[in-house]
């Protein structure tokens, strides 16, 4: 459970209802930096034009929201998750006009990696769509984290899109070889993910 409300988070809930706009304005001011670090979260990928859009959005919500809250949870934990869904529907907003496709893998029938399912966001909720989020994230820092062989491999294939011969040319190795390494690249990749709750919950 959340913490409560601390003693200024109290202060400032007290001069919102006391003092009407003057409470306000005291009131974003303090909360702006969490609201602005969530806003500009790099894997939204928002554009600092979005980000105003959404940051607003966030302003317009809190208002209807503050004089509901119960004191159930600390106010910043309560700001931050509706900061976190105002950009999670601006992410959906989106998916309406272009679709986002997850990097995913699996094993085929013979053991063999091959390209996973994509998720449409037009076919999920909000906690999905963050969910593919935060895996994103987890999952390029794990790729960076690998040996060169296996960074360069995965990086080339999934990130760059390219084909088993380009890579081949580019790295001076045969097809074969490239097949070959990126499979246990992969099976090396997979087994660190294992362990991270996130992805665990994901399989």
């Not at 959340?2 to 304005?25: C, I």
């Not at 094993?107 to 966001?121: A, R, S, T």
């Not at 690998?146 to 990086?155: L, R």
């Amino acid at each position: 459970m959340p913490a409560k409300p601390s003693n200024k988070e109290k202060k400032l809930l007290k001069s919102v209802h006391a003092q009407g706009e003057p409470g306000w304005e005291e009131f974003i001011y303090y909360f702006e930096p969490m609201i602005m670090k969530v806003v500009s979260w790099p894997e939204y990928n928002f554009t600092p034009d979005i980000q105003e859009d959404v940051r607003q959005n966030i302003y317009m919500h809190l208002r209807k929201a503050i004089p509901r809250f119960r004191g159930d949870s600390s106010l910043a934990y309560y700001i931050k998750r509706i900061a976190k869904n105002e950009c999670i529907n601006e992410i959906r907003r989106q998916s309406r006009s272009r679709k986002h496709f997850t990097f995913s893998t699996q094993k085929n029938p013979d053991h063999e990696w091959e390209e996973g399912d994509y998720h449409d966001p037009k076919s999920m909720d909000a906690a999905q769509i963050l969910m593919q989020v935060e895996q994103k994230a987890i999952l390029h820092e794990a790729v960076t984290n690998m040996n060169t062989t296996c960074m360069e491999s995965i990086s080339l294939f999934y990130f760059e899109h390219k084909t088993y011969s380009e890579m081949s040319e580019q790295l001076g190795i045969s097809r074969n070889t490239v097949g070959s390494r990126l499979s246990k690249c992969l099976d090396k990749l997979h087994q660190e993910l294992k362990k991270l709750p996130l992805f665990a919950r994901a399989e």
